[in-house]
């Protein structure tokens, strides 16, 4: 099911639409450059704050913490008596991701299993001592000329980086990582092409609900050329 899009402004030339919304959550798309939620400046604009404000929402919550290079779908509780069900139905969700990365795999599919372990800036692929992870990644089409393959990465884990450190892991970065780069070519990219596509869930009333936003408009013109999945 799509609900309709509500496009909202929450300050500083940045908008966002409102993908789904019920009396206890409501789903969000996060623009790229922006935390997610509050950081230690508290005079710097984040997404939850800011929406919280706008919609006149005191106890908005952000149940997925996207990176702030990361764009897409946040899921917010709108009341703090429902956090335990809001958690629940966000991990038993189906959560799918698009990228775009450096390099051309010599796979279509790839199911990815490791162990990550949390660092101060960075998150490293361990043998022992860290949290089991797992991807499915999907290459959905390739640019030989820009060396740039467009991708769909389902997570059936939520650790933090999890996409990130799995593909530089793989030998395929995400384009404009300023961390997991495997060169400098990341800071000249506009931004990370990360993006939080699609969220499949089961509402409160059991009811199958099925999100998505559109491909950002950067991805396409990163590579010249009309992405579709």
């Known amino acids: 099911m799509k609900s309709p899009h509500k496009k909202i402004s929450i ?4 908008t966002t639409n409102i993908l789904f919304e019920c009396d206890e959550f409501l789903l969000a798309e996060k623009p790229a450059g922006i935390p997610v939620h509050e950081t230690k400046d508290p005079n710097r604009l984040d997404f939850t704050r800011s929406l919280a404000t706008k919609l006149g929402l005191t106890e908005l919550r952000t149940a997925n913490r996207l990176d702030l290079g990361t764009s897409g779908i946040v899921l917010l509780g709108k009341t703090q008596s429902k956090n335990k069900e809001i958690d629940f139905l966000l991990k038993e969700a189906i959560k ?68 990130r450190v799995m593909l530089r892991e793989l030998g395929f970065p995400v384009l404009g990582d300023p961390v997991y ?4 070519q990341s800071k000249k990219e506009q931004r990370m092409y990360l993006h939080s596509f699609r969220l499949c869930f089961t509402d409160f009333q059991g009811k199958k609900q099925w999100v998505e936003t559109e491909i950002p408009p950067e991805f396409s013109n990163r590579i010249g050329k009309s992405l579709s999945l």
Not at 120 to 147: C, D, H, M, W
């Open 181 to 184: 780069s495997l060169s400098n």
């Open 11 to 14: 300050g500083s030339g940045l």
């Open 96 to 163: 799918e991701y698009i990228f775009l990365c450096h390099g051309i795999p010599d796979w279509k599919e790839k199911r990815f299993e490791c162990f990550l372990k949390d660092g101060n800036k960075e998150v490293k692929v361990v043998r022992s001592g860290g949290k089991k992870a797992i991807t499915e990644f999907q290459i959905l089409s390739v640019y030989p000329k820009e060396n740039i393959s467009f991708g769909m990465a389902k997570i059936l884990t939520g650790r933090r980086h999890q996409i």
